[in-house]
């Protein structure tokens, strides 16, 4: 998912943001449960497909950067909550936004599809 070894403050707030989106159901891990919990709900035939939802290897493009643009300022008023202030909440964003712009950055997310029948 998301590790800025390079930039601990980035990787802290990352932590309090996520933390501060948990009471909402916002769960970045989610896809890994699926499996589970189709299994636990009885579901027979289980079948997993994972693929990559967004994947950037070194900066970002244009498109994917206004994309998380767009994002972060519809987040932004959650993240104020959270962080406290619309100067954290702003500086959050420009920092996050300049990790997708470095040539050293890898950053994915995974999408999980999982089926099953009912037996």
Same mark, same amino acid.
């Not at 943001?17 to 916002?26: D, I, K, N, Q, S």
């Not at 470095?102 to 099953?116: A, E, I, K, Q």
């Given at each position: 998912?998301?590790?800025?070894?390079?930039?601990?403050?980035?990787?802290?707030?990352?932590?309090?943001?996520?933390?501060?989106?948990?009471?909402?159901?916002?769960?970045?891990?989610?896809? !890994?449960? /699926?499996?589970?919990?189709?299994? @636990? =709900?009885?579901?027979? #035939?289980?079948?997993? *497909?994972?693929?990559?939802?967004?994947?950037?290897?070194?900066?970002?493009?244009?498109?994917?950067?206004?994309?998380?643009?767009?994002?972060?300022?519809?987040?932004?008023? !959650?993240? /104020?909550?959270?962080?406290?202030? @619309? =100067?954290?909440?702003? #500086?959050?964003?420009? *920092?996050?936004?300049?990790?997708?712009?470095?040539?050293?950055?890898?950053?994915?997310?995974?999408?999980?599809?999982?089926?099953?029948?009912?037996?």
């Amino acid at each position: 998912m998301w590790h800025y070894p390079e930039d601990s403050d980035l990787q802290g707030t990352l932590e309090k943001v996520l933390g501060g989106l948990a009471p909402t159901g916002f769960d970045p891990f989610v896809g !890994r449960k /699926l499996f589970h919990f189709c299994y @636990e =709900a009885g579901l027979a #035939e289980l079948n997993v *497909r994972v693929d990559p939802y967004h994947l950037y290897a070194g900066e970002i493009n244009g498109r994917d950067l206004d994309l998380w643009r767009l994002k972060l300022e519809i987040a932004k008023p !959650r993240l /104020l909550e959270i962080l406290g202030s @619309e =100067a954290a909440a702003t #500086e959050y964003i420009r *920092r996050f936004l300049r990790f997708l712009q470095r040539p050293d950055t890898l950053t994915y997310s995974c999408m999980f599809t999982v089926t099953g029948t009912k037996p």
